[in-house]
């Protein structure tokens, strides 16, 4: 009898292993990579550090109203990525959303700025769907406090985020970015190249350059698009042309002023493959 019971304990015990293993392994994680060195995460791992705090955000984008999260710093997780072989961080999200956050931003040296955390959605306890998602902003999400202190835009806010690493600016990697250095310092194309940086390379390329693979290459953009057709599909993208995969938001005067949106025109212009001036 001793031995049946035994045997019937050993049994159960290896079934609850077969149900839970999977579960352990299917955890969600976050990598960081920088250079050969990469380091992972698992979302339990990041919820037992000393410390993960309850953050709460103003006028969060994705949610449109203020939200409190479970979330852990993000400069200690970059801890040792040496800033003279690297500049930006790549935060890659699961829908091909590339996010380049400067590495001043990412890991501040002095207090006073935007402070950047990464949320972590405990288990059993999902964030929930705004209106116009499918999903909440999890597993991970890069959320900031005090983001008007370091003027930081709609797009460096990463939801879905899946991994990050340290990369060097974009510029640097793609030159067909980079406006010709006879511009002037003050020309406006040149500040449309930081401007397009911020709000398009996440999604789009120019010229081939660029990791996303949300929207198209827009190299060819001020050749064959007015500059009216430019001011309108970045500020209302439904109202010039809609499909079913359609993820471009439009970008109000509040969230582009209209000084950047001039000089994001210029830099599409400049960009041009034609070299045209758009109409």
């Known amino acids: 009898m001793r031995t049946n019971a035994l045997a019937a304990t050993f049994m159960l015990l290896f079934a609850v292993i077969l149900l839970v293993a999977p579960s352990l392994a299917d955890e969600p994680g976050l990598t960081v990579t920088f250079g050969t060195v990469?380091?992972?995460?698992?979302?339990?791992?990041?919820?037992?550090r000393p410390d993960v705090a309850d953050v709460t955000t103003d006028h969060d984008p994705f949610y449109q109203r203020?939200?409190?999260?479970?979330?852990?710093?993000l400069a200690p997780l970059l801890a040792g990525v040496p800033s003279d072989q690297f500049d930006t961080v790549e935060m890659h999200a699961t829908d091909g959303f590339i996010a380049q956050i400067p590495l001043a931003l990412a890991r501040?040296?002095?207090?006073?700025?935007?402070?950047?955390?990464?949320?972590?959605?405990?288990?059993?306890?999902?964030?929930?769907?705004?209106?116009?998602?499918?999903v909440g902003a999890g597993p991970f999400y890069l959320i900031w406090q005090h983001a008007e202190r370091s003027g930081i835009t709609r797009e460096q806010w990463v939801n879905w985020l899946d991994g990050l690493t340290a990369v060097a600016s974009p510029a640097h990697r793609w030159p067909q970015l980079a406006v010709a250095a006879?511009?002037?310092?003050?020309a406006a194309a040149r500040r449309g190249q930081a401007v397009f940086t911020s709000f398009c390379l996440?999604?789009?390329?120019?010229?081939?350059?660029?990791?996303?693979?949300?929207?198209p290459d827009l190299g060819k953009a001020?050749?064959?698009?007015t500059e009216p057709g430019i001011r309108a599909l970045v500020r209302d993208p439904k109202a010039v042309r809609t499909w079913p995969q359609q993820h471009m938001p439009g970008f109000d005067a509040?969230?582009?002023?209209?000084?950047?949106?001039?000089?994001?025109?210029?830099?599409?212009r400049v960009m041009a493959e034609t070299g045209q001036p758009l109409r």
């Open 182 to 186: 006879s511009l002037p310092a003050d």
């Open 254 to 268: 509040h969230t582009l002023p209209d000084a950047d949106l001039d000089a994001l025109v210029a830099y599409l």
């Open 38 to 48: 990469t380091r992972h995460y698992t979302l339990s791992e990041l919820l037992a």
């Open 222 to 225: 001020g050749a064959y698009l």
């Open 66 to 73: 203020s939200m409190t999260f479970r979330a852990v710093p």
């Open 108 to 134: 501040p040296d002095a207090p006073g700025g935007a402070e950047p955390w990464i949320a972590v959605e405990p288990p059993g306890r999902p964030w929930p769907v705004p209106s116009d998602a499918h």
């Open 202 to 215: 996440p999604c789009h390329r120019i010229k081939g350059g660029g990791d996303a693979k949300v929207g």
